[in-house]
């Protein structure tokens, strides 16, 4: 006996299958300076996609001055605004 789905059938399998496949992006968040002493740190130690999440507080020593994001597409985020 031969089994035939619906459109509307086969079209909601093919979006499950697609939602268990894995993406291989992985996203963090770095905490600075709990995880990382500095946000130069944790902007090193991110990849794209993460977060680095800077702690209340001023950060002035040198190693906080002339920060680059070295061409990561990521998010530098203040912990409370």
Known sequence: ME????????ILIALTLVGCIPSGLHTATLCVPADYP???AGIDAA????????ADGTF??????NITMR??????????G
Do not use: C, F, H
Not at 3 to 10: A, E, M, V
């Open 71 to 80: 061409s990561k597409l990521l998010t530098v985020q203040s912990e409370n």
């Open 60 to 65: 002035t020593s040198e190693a906080n001055q």
């Open 47 to 54: 990849v794209d996609g993460d977060t680095v999440l800077v």
């Open 38 to 40: 500095t946000i130069q």
């Open 3 to 10: 089994t035939t789905l619906k459109p509307s059938t086969l």
